[in-house]
């Protein structure tokens, strides 16, 4: 499964963003999302997922940020709203999917190449 991002760039404080990630490969099947983020000198932290019937948001984006996905286009997307510079980060998407291999299935995760997303106040 192949993940390409897009949306970055730089906006000012209270502005927005959508990310988007488009996802192609072999047969494949999601079953589960996630945006993530890596600020400079900081660890990768989980922004938003989806899986099933529930989402879960990083307490900090709670209420301005919101994952959502496009079943027939295998995109999902990250609507960022009201953003502050601490928001600065390279976004990245996770899937987790099962793929079809011959005759059976395998399930993993895959990881998008990653969009910088600047805030500036």
């Known amino acids: 499964v192949q993940l390409v991002e897009s949306g970055g760039g730089l906006v000012q404080a209270g502005g927005s963003l959508r990310l988007s990630c488009a996802a192609s490969?072999?047969?494949?099947?999601?079953?589960?999302m996630g945006w993530y983020r890596q600020a400079p000198g900081k660890l990768r932290e989980l922004v938003a997922a989806?899986?099933?019937?529930?989402?879960n948001y990083a307490d900090s984006v709670k209420g301005r940020f919101t994952i959502s996905r496009d079943n027939a286009q295998n995109t999902m997307y990250l609507q960022m709203n009201s953003l502050k510079p601490e928001d600065t980060a390279v976004y990245y998407c996770?899937?987790?999917?099962?793929?079809?291999?011959?005759?059976?299935?395998?399930?993993?995760?895959?990881w998008g190449q990653g969009t910088q997303v600047t805030v500036s106040s």
């Open positions: 490969g072999s047969t494949f099947r999601i079953n589960a």
């Open positions: 996770k899937v987790r999917a099962l793929v079809k291999l011959g005759s059976s299935w395998t399930q993993d995760d895959y």
């Open positions: 989806s899986g099933g019937t529930s989402t």
